[in-house]
């Protein structure tokens, strides 16, 4: 399995998250607010407390975060994960920015792989999908 660094557990980010962890990948959630990730961590998630230090050793770092501010601070901010990036590592793009946004957050990670996923859908598909498999 991966071991994947999830980064903005918002509505959509948390059941997102949520799977990947049922899914069996290793994860490391991070969010600008630290209970957000609680429940995550309670069925085996471990927390960053800095965002780049969720990117350590993950095979794959997930944004899914609320606007192109939140992500220039959560990839290039003081504790950024850009600086905690490698080659060989990818960043799949899932927040609510324009593609804009993503190509520039491309070009300022480069040689790391990035993947633009923007997200169809919407908080209700995301948590019924999650307790469908939960059984709840």
Request: proline residues 7%; negative net charge; glycine residues 14%.
């Amino acid at each position: 399995m991966a071991r994947v660094a999830f980064l903005g557990l918002g509505q959509m980010g948390a059941p997102m998250a949520g799977r990947l962890l049922q899914a069996g990948h290793g994860l490391t959630v991070w969010d600008i607010l630290p209970e957000s990730g609680a429940a995550l961590v309670q069925r085996g998630a471990e927390l960053a407390p800095p965002q780049a230090a969720a990117c350590l050793g993950a095979d794959f770092g997930i944004t899914m975060l609320a606007d192109p501010e939140a992500l220039e601070s959560v990839a290039f901010g003081a504790t950024g994960i850009a600086a905690a990036l490698t080659r060989g590592q990818t960043v799949v793009e899932m927040s609510t920015v324009g593609p804009e946004a993503a190509r520039g957050l491309h070009a300022r990670l480069a040689p790391v792989a990035m993947v633009d996923a923007p997200v169809l859908g919407s908080v209700p598909e995301a948590a019924f999908h999650l307790r469908g498999r939960l059984g709840r």
